[in-house]
């Protein structure tokens, strides 16, 4: 029983909402890699396009439920997603066309193009923040939780109970239907087969007939949708408050960079790993042992490698490994 016990500790606490964090992570770094890989810069205002995309399905949520429409048991967000994902497409094709641009035809270095971006990113902030404020807003209704700790106590009669929230099942489901899409996109069809192409070789694609502007927006729609859902299933899952998402440029950038920048599947699997580093980290182990442990040797301690205050400095300790060792990434992307 103690072990079991032990087991459902770590699931309740590192895997489950490691699992949910590494899909959030995972949609934001096929982002910013889906960036750099087709119009080759490092885009440092993604955190904040999840920031704004998330703002403007609260604002639709709200809308939605002032007109009594729900979906349910599943958020009410997942029905104003589509219209936070409009908003966000509308916002960065026009950044584009403004400020982007401008320096893709002055054939402007790469660092002056992640200059540019930070610029965008302030802006981007500032006018999120402007729309919907700075305080911390919850907007997750539906279905609370899909099995609750009373339940599951008394279910199995263990003393540790295994609480699975309804976000959290809904971010890694979500996330896997966008995953299987982008890349059916990519693979099968023409626009997709394009953006490939102009990837790997942008002159021999322009030669080959494939309009480069066509390529840029679809870039930036797919890089906007990925950004918003990212973001809403981070703001279901725990909370929005606009700063928050500036934070997570850090985490988002590490996995992109660990899994290979330039490099799909990398992003998937660096956001997994960066999300598995930090939530097993900082986790405080003393339950789980207490468990496995013989009797009179517990450990007295917290048994926590770091503070949960120090998170995000897992995420720059392996990020300066991986530059350090292996800069292409697991998936040997473009090196940095």
């Given at each position: 029983m103690d072990i079991l016990n032990a087991f459902v500790a770590l699931l309740n606490?590192?895997?489950?909402?490691?699992?949910?964090?590494?899909?959030?992570?995972a949609l934001g770094a096929l982002g910013v890699t889906l960036v750099y890989g087709i119009l080759r810069f490092s885009n440092f205002a993604h955190g904040d396009t999840m920031a704004f995309g998330t703002a403007m399905v609260i604002l639709a949520t709200w809308g939605l439920q002032a007109l009594g429409v729900s979906a349910g048991p599943l958020p009410t967000a997942l029905l104003a997603l589509p219209l936070g994902i409009?908003?966000?497409?509308?916002?960065?094709?026009?950044?584009?066309?403004?400020?982007?641009?401008f320096y893709r035809r002055e054939k402007a270095a790469p660092v002056v193009m992640v200059m540019v971006s930070v610029g965008v990113m302030f802006?981007?902030?500032?006018?999120?923040?402007?729309?919907?404020?700075?305080?911390e807003i919850r907007f997750d209704d539906g279905?609370?939780?899909?099995?609750?700790?009373?339940?599951?106590?008394?279910?199995t009669g263990l003393s540790e109970g295994l609480a699975l929230r309804g976000t959290q099942v809904l971010t890694v489901v979500t996330a896997g239907l966008m995953v299987w899409a982008l890349f059916w996109f990519l693979n099968h069809?023409?626009?997709?087969?394009?953006?490939?192409?102009?990837?790997?070789?942008?002159?021999?694609?322009?030669?080959?007939?494939?309009?480069p502007e066509r390529v840029v927006a679809v870039t930036w729609i797919i890089a906007a949708a990925l950004a918003t859902t990212a973001g809403t299933l981070y703001g279901l899952d725990k909370?929005?408050?606009a700063f928050n998402y500036f934070h997570l440029l850090l985490p988002i950038f590490a996995a992109s960079i660990v899994g290979g920048l330039g490099n799909p599947l990398g992003a998937i699997a660096g956001g997994f790993l960066i999300a598995y580093s930090e939530v097993s980290i900082t986790y405080a182990f003393k339950k789980v042992l207490g468990y496995l442990a013989p009797e009179g040797w517990e450990p007295e301690g917290l048994v926590q490698l770091l503070?949960?205050?120090?998170?995000?400095?897992?995420?720059?300790?392996?990020?300066?490994?991986?530059?350090?060792?292996r800069p292409t990434g697991i998936f040997k992307g473009k090196s940095v």
């Open positions: 606490y590192v895997m489950i909402p490691a699992t949910a964090y590494g899909a959030q992570l409009a908003a966000t497409a509308l916002l960065v094709l026009g950044t584009d066309r403004t400020v982007y641009r802006v981007m902030n500032g006018l999120t923040r402007f729309v919907i404020g700075v305080d279905v609370r939780f899909l099995i609750s700790a009373r339940e599951f106590k008394q279910a069809t023409r626009t997709g087969k394009s953006m490939r192409a102009y990837s790997d070789n942008e002159d021999l694609a322009l030669l080959s007939g494939i309009d909370a929005f408050k503070s949960t205050e120090y998170k995000f400095a897992v995420s720059f300790a392996i990020l300066v490994v991986v530059l350090l060792f």
